[in-house]
């Protein structure tokens, strides 16, 4: 495969066991694509130094609110991270090393970074990949909470779920148990990735958005939906056989698709050339 270094480095880190794969690593070279000189042991140094700064503030009884409590107020408070709800479709808030140099982001970004913090102080977390919004939680039998790292790490019950994603989509929506289940690294970054993709399709950035998929495509290498956008994109672009590669591929393995009789169009269209 011929990648860039940052394409190498993002390969070889989702190339493993989802247990193995370091989230932040993934995320800065995810960065490193579009930062090239992002160096990314300085900013894994940064999220170390957050982590003891929080340490030092724990009280001699770790329980898990308390801990919850004591990452709030220096991530939110002392540190002043917070949703950037004025620009949340500004790239940058994809892109880890500028999530904690600007110290805003979306909600997954920020959640990252509460992640990468819970994790170096022993207090383990999972991501809840819930529909239009992204959550964590602690990672224990019976928990029972979630935190809204977008909203200066708000401590959310079920119910309180339910509320925001009716919020979210404007009308009463039902929460199923699918909502809250944990996501794994691999899923967390295949999001990430599908928010910049959805950013450059919007900007008509062509370049970023095959990119995007390029890398989603390195998590999932069956993601047929991908695989169909990829093809079309380089049909626009006129990289024919590249096209055609990823239209027979996506018809062959979904030939009842609705979109089906629309991808042969294009097949056709490419045997004419």
């Known amino acids: ?11 070889q880190e989702i190339n ?12 800065l070279y995810l960065a490193l694509e579009e930062y090239p000189n992002l160096e990314p042991e300085a900013y894994l140094n940064v999220l170390d130094s ?19 409590q004591t990452i709030n107020r220096y991530l939110y408070e002392d540190l002043e991270f917070s949703g950037n709800d004025v620009d949340y479709y500004d790239p940058r808030n994809s892109f880890l090393n500028q999530v904690i140099d600007r110290r805003t982001g979306i909600p997954i970004s920020l959640s990252l970074v509460y992640l990468e913090v819970a994790k170096r102080i022993d207090f383990p977390m999972v991501g809840i990949g819930m529909p239009g919004h992204f959550l964590i939680k602690p990672d224990f039998e019976d928990a029972g909470i979630f935190v809204d790292a977008f909203n200066g790490g708000e401590i959310l ?17 039902e929460l199923q148990p699918a909502f809250l ?37 390195l ?5 047929l939906l991908e695989r169909r956008d990829r093809g079309i ?16 591929l996506y018809l062959t393995n979904a030939p009842n698709a609705e979109d089906a009789a629309r991808i042969r169009l294009l097949l056709e269209r490419l045997d004419q050339n």
């Open 1 to 11: 495969m011929d990648f860039s270094r940052a394409r190498q480095l993002f390969y």
């Open 16 to 27: 493993q066991p989802d247990g193995s794969i370091d989230l932040a690593k993934a995320a």
């Open 50 to 68: 957050i982590a003891d700064q929080v340490r030092d503030r724990l009280p001699p009884q770790n329980y898990p609110l308390r801990i919850i």
């Open 157 to 173: 019950f079920p119910e309180d779920c339910q509320g925001r994603l009716s919020q979210l989509y404007g009308q009463p929506m």
């Open 181 to 217: 289940a944990p996501v794994s690294p691999r899923q967390l970054l295949g999001r990430m990735l599908g928010n910049l993709k959805a950013i450059y399709f919007q900007q008509g950035d062509a370049m970023r958005f095959l990119a995007a998929i390029d890398r989603i495509l």
């Open 219 to 223: 998590l999932f290498p069956d993601a």
């Open 233 to 248: 994109l380089y049909y626009q672009l006129g990289r024919l056989a590249e096209a055609r590669h990823d239209l027979e």
